[in-house]
């Protein structure tokens, strides 16, 4: 066999050569004209003629993602009253509820959880909170059972009250589960407030057409009130347990006692009381904490307090007691916390803090711009030292100072009818220990 000429195997590696550098020179101009219909431009060229930044595309993707994974900006909110903000949710905090052990006060959001907060944590630097997950849905109201043992919710898609047992661990923390089953659904028009008597014998719910129902805590409706009002704006349980009340439309607070036997068994609800007074339609109103003082807030800019330790059952009217200018009503929705004693009154419109002494009708603190969004819940806690307030991600605790001045003025007031020495003492150092509070928090009036 003879050898190929050398002249040939020179052509021949010439031709798989010049074969190889077609190839790539082809795949070359694929490559560009990709760049160039993803850029709209040459490829190698920048939109001023300069040469590319390799790293500027990876810049954009990092920016973007960390666009994406930025939450909204926090409402920074700062006052020398200011106790402290609660900061755990990630969505619109809509209610709370302190537990009426004191221990504990309870939020929801639309982020789909509820935490519960220590209470002996507010005044501290860390504040600890534990989290229950709505699963496919998130609460709009929640309220805690009586013996804080549990809580309720009402769920914004499923139109319905679900049940959260709490279940104590070995250190110290709480397991939520939910009940097998939520409540059935009855309500036809959107809820409006719920509640779980102290009594622990009854749950309401009402919604904003006319209807309030009474549920036993199986979920069976025991009694349909129809309020007559036009619309519901509000409804509420008193803290006796004994009554339940509505506002809304017309110009009145109506008031119904929800009657059990001796034996615990349900037997009816009967019309008990009305506050009458108010010139147009009441936004909100609240018990103090012995359920003998009521407050409310009306559309005719005023808000009122009323006696309502009343002998209903002999047609005896409740006492108006004060009545106090509250233009910010007359313009827009607003809501009320009334304090344990009855002594402060808190009004919130918008986003902004009113406190007024309910004694003398005078407004003596004022908050602004509190929260990023309206204010959609307002609460004191069970001792009156502290005032909660929620209408973004964060709840603002602020110190009573009405409620301490109040007790400075009443136990001056006392001291000087006080009959004995251990009376005297004892109002004397509750006296001085309100002037002290005062003092700390610089608000002692000179």
């Known amino acids: 066999m003879e050898l190929p000429q050398m002249p040939e195997l020179m052509g021949l590696s010439l031709l798989l050569g010049l074969l190889a550098l077609v190839a790539t020179a082809a795949v070359a101009r694929g490559w560009l004209r990709a760049e160039e219909e993803t850029s709209g431009r040459p490829a190698g060229q920048k939109a001023n003629g300069c040469p590319p930044d390799k790293s500027l595309k990876s810049k954009k993707q990092k920016l973007q993602q960390r666009i994406r994974k930025e939450k909204p900006q926090q409402h920074n909110f700062t006052h020398r009253l200011l106790a402290a903000s609660l900061k755990s949710h990630s969505g619109n905090i809509t209610c709370m509820d302190f537990s009426s052990n004191g221990k504990y006060l309870a939020t929801c959001a639309d982020d789909r959880t509820v935490r519960i907060w220590s209470t002996k944590d507010f005044l501290q630097r860390e504040h600890r909170s534990m989290r229950a997950n709505v699963d496919l849905d998130h609460a709009t109201l929640v309220r805690f059972s009586p013996d804080c043992r549990a809580f309720i919710v009402w769920l914004a898609n499923g139109d319905t009250l679900r049940v959260f047992k709490m279940m104590k661990r070995d250190d110290g923390g709480y397991t939520f589960t939910a009940t097998p089953e939520d409540f059935p659904k009855k309500h036809k028009a959107p809820i409006v407030n719920i509640g779980i008597a102290d009594t622990g014998k009854f749950i309401m719910t009402a919604s904003s057409d006319t209807t309030i129902l009474i549920w036993n805590l199986k979920g069976q409706v025991l009694s349909t009130i129809n309020t007559n009002h036009m619309n519901n704006t509000y409804a509420a349980i008193s803290p006796c347990s004994r009554f339940v009340a509505s506002c809304g439309f017309t110009p009145d607070v109506k008031v119904w006692e929800v009657c059990f036997g001796k034996k615990g068994d349900f037997q009816e609800v009967v019309r008990a009381f009305e506050l009458k007074g108010h010139s147009a339609a009441v936004h909100f109103f609240a018990f103090s904490n012995d359920s003998r003082r009521m407050a409310s807030v009306s559309k005719d800019g005023t808000w009122k307090l009323w006696d309502t330790d009343v002998e209903y059952k002999k047609q005896q009217d409740p006492y108006l007691l004060r009545t106090g200018r509250f233009e910010e009503a007359s313009t827009m929705p ?113």
């Open 334 to 446: 607003c809501c009320l916390a009334l304090s344990p004693d009855a002594q402060v009154l808190a009004l919130a419109s918008g986003s902004s803090i009113h406190l007024y002494n309910t004694r003398r009708g005078e407004k003596e603190e004022f908050f602004e711009q509190v929260h990023g969004e309206c204010i959609s819940d307002l609460s004191f806690d069970i001792t009156g030292r502290l005032l909660a307030s929620c209408g973004d991600r964060a709840v603002r605790l602020f110190h009573n100072t009405p409620g301490y001045r109040a007790v400075v003025e009443e136990m001056q007031a006392l001291l000087k009818r006080a009959s004995n020495e251990s009376t005297r003492q004892r109002l004397q150092q509750q006296l001085t220990q309100a002037q002290e509070a005062l003092k700390n928090l610089g608000a002692l009036k000179k």
